[in-house]
């Protein structure tokens, strides 16, 4: 899925290409994309890109108000809210090339080219939302602390609120804003924690550790992805990146100790850890594999090698 560094690359291209231009109209393609009926779609046509913003995970199109107004139009901006999801994508092409195939399932035409919404596999929940004001589209804000804009006390503030793990309470749209299952494995890394450990319990020294791994994680992957990206259009967006340090990396040496990430796999989610780095070598019970294993289930780092 992706998370606060992908979306913030995703709108910064999206300004150089868009912004202040017009949106010719908007085809949906795939009828499940579109999440909502009023306004109709339609009235995207001929209308102006006038701001560009995340909220959490969504990336938002604002648009501006007709002038003069159509009867029955809506007053005043328009905002297209765009949710990828896990396997939503966004591709930019020229007016020449557009992106054809069954992937696509929302395209949004302009003069200088076409923004598409695609998505792989089939289940379909990426999603299009087409709001009329400022108060509808604040209801879709879940309400999540933006990591990289709070202090350290807004950010111990949550975690003590949070009757979650670590690893709940980062990827918890209603604590923290922007942060999935990649960037939260990354994060709890860096800060040396255990993702099964309690937020509430956290002691100054260890929240002090994850504050400053959480800004220092998604600082330096935005920066990465912007290098990558460059003056083109992001498109090898993905979760399992070159360079990550546990996730998607199960069974590979932990950059920083030799031993084998390790991982707890729970419905589609997984996480991805160190036990060396961050449990004090004790495994993390896999539901699963645990159960199914029983008294063979190995306890420490050091029975696997």
Sequence with gaps: MPELPDIAVYLERLAALILERRLCRVRVLNPFVLRSVTPPIAECADRRVVTLRRIGKRIVIGLDGREPPRPGAPDGDLYLVIHLMIAGRLRWRPPERPLRGKLVLAVLDFDEGTLSITEAGSKRRASLTLVAGDAALAALDRGGLEPLDATRAAFAARLASARHTLKRALTDPQIFSGIGNAYSDEILHRARLAPTALAYRLGDADVTRLYDATRATLLEWTDRLRAAAGDGF????????????????????????????????????????????????????????????????????????
């Excluded at 989610?269 to 190995?298: F, I, K, V």
């Design 234 to 305: 992001p498109e090898k967006v993905t979760a399992f990146r070159e360079g990550m340090a546990v996730h998607g990396r199960y069974g590979k040496p932990c950059p920083d100790c030799g031993a084998p990430v390790q991982r707890i796999v729970h419905a589609d989610n997984e996480t991805n850890y160190c036990a060396r780095c961050q449990t004090g070598g004790r495994l993390l019970a896999d539901r699963a594999l645990s159960r199914l294993l029983g008294e063979d289930w190995p306890r420490s780092i050091d029975e696997l090698e």
